[in-house]
């Protein structure tokens, strides 16, 4: 989590929380009642870093002390809530795992069987196993490129089935 907030740190800008204000929604679950919170709102830089860490937070994986955010300890929202949908307009989902997602890997097989994991119905699969181990711990860098690479190939599927791609020259 140190080095996560480090990274953080790094790369957010001083006004982030205001840029981020109504646009950016983070998925955190109340560590005792295990009920989730969609957050959009940050009073500050400091709040969202916490909000983000919070998001971020797999209990034991990143430590024992779930993250601390508005006087309750918080850890990751897809415990309780990992794909939200907004109420307002059209959430596009976007997953790591094959499923039922509008945009994540497809999976080859004679045999579906889904699990629904955090509201996220996630077909159960040697590759999603696979892509499970590597969220807790990631492949090299080649294989992130890899990884990277099938998921802009994912994204571009599906804006071509929704006709909103256009190549650029």
């Known amino acids: 989590?140190?080095?996560?907030?480090?990274?953080?740190?790094?790369?957010?800008?001083?006004?982030?929380?205001?840029?981020?204000?109504?646009?950016?929604?983070?998925?955190?679950t109340n560590s005792?009642?295990?009920?989730?919170?969609l957050v959009s709102s940050f009073a500050s830089r400091e709040e969202l870093i916490k909000v983000l860490l919070?998001?971020?937070?797999?209990?034991?994986?990143?430590?024992?002390?779930?993250?601390?955010y508005k006087g309750e300890k918080w850890i990751d929202g897809g415990f309780t809530n990992s794909l939200p949908v907004l109420p307002t307009g059209r959430t596009i989902t976007v997953s790591p795992f094959?499923?039922?997602q509008n945009i994540c890997p497809r999976d080859n097989g004679y045999f579906y069987l889904y699990l629904n994991i955090g509201k996220q119905e996630i077909?159960?699969?040697?590759?999603?196993?696979?892509?499970?181990?590597?969220?807790l711990f990631p492949p090299s860098r080649a294989k992130m490129e890899l990884i990277f690479q099938d998921g802009f190939e994912d994204t571009v599927k599906f804006l071509k089935s929704e006709n909103c791609y256009e190549p650029s020259d």
């Open 98 to 100: 094959c499923g039922r």
């Open 54 to 68: 919070a998001s971020c937070f797999v209990p034991l994986y990143a430590g024992v002390s779930a993250v601390k």
């Open 123 to 135: 077909q159960l699969s040697a590759a999603n196993l696979e892509r499970l181990n590597q969220t």
């Open 1 to 28: 989590m140190k080095h996560l907030r480090e990274g953080i740190e790094t790369i957010l800008p001083a006004q982030a929380h205001e840029i981020a204000e109504n646009r950016l929604h983070v998925s955190i």
């Open 32 to 37: 005792k009642r295990l009920e989730n919170c």
